[in-house]
Every structure is written in C-alpha cells, then in structure tokens.
C-alpha cells in the first residue's frame, strides 16, 4: 500500500476570473440533477406495469423534469451569453480547449432539442400538460397525429440514448481533469 496512488488537486484558491460566477454554478448543477431526475424516471417507467399507477407517476416526473430543463436552460443560456465563461486554465492545450467547446455545444444543443421533441412528442399523442395545482394547460404547438407522433419520439429517444455518452464523456473529462491533469477544472464549478 506504501506505492498506492495520490491523487490530489492544486488545491490553490481560484480567483474569480478563473471560477464560473455562482448563478452559472447554480444553473449548471440545477440542470444536471433535473436531468437525473428526467432519466432516473423514464427508466423506472420502463420496469413498471404498463397502465399501473407508478408508472403513470414515473412518465409524470418524466415530462416535468424536461419542462423544468427547458424553463431553467433559458436563464443558463442567457448568463453565458451576458457574462461568459472564465478563460481556459494555463497548459491547456488547443485539442482539450476545442473537446472542451465541442462537448459544450452538444451539451447546449441537448438541454433545448430534448425538452423540446419530448413536449411536440407529447403535443403529437394529443397529451396535454397542466401546470399541477393551477390547472392552466400548456399550449399546443402541433396537433395529434399518430405518425408525427412516433417520428419525434424516435428522435427524442435516440438524442436521449446518446447522450447517455455525451453527459458521460463531460463527467469523465471532469474528474480525469481533477484526479489525473490534477488542475482546477473541475474545482471552477464547485
């Protein structure tokens, strides 16, 4: 054990130029767990009897965790294009600073298009979603039709399914930053 590995980070403190400001901290870890809560539930409702109760509930949770993502990645979006993000960190080098903004982008273009296809898939099916305790109906951007239906399903599912790798490629870039460069990447977020 006297060989085992240490990881450490700098540990230095970060100026406030080189850390995310906290309402961009705030929205980033606000949408990372309603998008959890988005995927967590979808796959719960895939182990439940279909047209049982919890399953019901699951798909509810579901449908609002993506609402939520959509109502919280608008004030996300506009704080980035106002106040940007901190510059790279030094020795960060030309292929990690463009993996960075490619996996951004994709991430960005995710927290919209998601939310978005699973509510025109709702719109498609005829489903409408009211605010719970209001009961104010969102509106419907399309109408039901069945083909239209499964064809943004398909897509929502797949973009769904493929970001299980995106959102997994960021998390390990994260703690590969943190545990093995040993550099504050991960700590600007914190």
Do not use: C
Request: aromatic share 12%.
């Amino acid at each position: 054990m006297a060989k085992a590995i240490k990881f450490h980070s700098l540990g230095s403190p970060l100026s406030p130029v080189q850390r995310y400001a906290p309402p961009a901290i705030f929205f980033h870890w606000l949408v990372a767990l309603l998008i959890v809560i988005a995927y967590a539930a979808v796959i719960t409702k895939g182990y439940l009897p279909k047209g049982s109760a919890p399953r019901a509930l699951s798909m509810t949770i579901h449908e609002w965790a993506g609402i939520a993502v959509l109502v919280v990645a608008v004030p996300r979006l506009l704080w980035r294009l106002i106040k940007g993000s901190p510059g790279p960190l030094p020795g960060q080098g030309w292929l990690v600073r463009m993996g960075s903004s490619l996996v951004h982008l994709l991430l960005y273009l995710f927290i919209f298009a998601q939310p978005v296809l699973g509510y025109l898939t709702l719109n498609a099916a005829g489903h409408v979603l009211t605010i719970p305790g209001l009961d104010i109906a969102l509106p419907q951007f399309i109408g039901k039709d069945d083909e239209t239906r499964r064809s943004i399903k398909e897509i929502h599912e797949t973009l769904g399914s493929a970001f299980y790798w995106v959102i997994g490629l960021h998390a390990l870039a994260a703690l590969w930053h943190h545990y093995f460069r040993r550099d504050d990447t991960l700590r600007r977020m914190m």
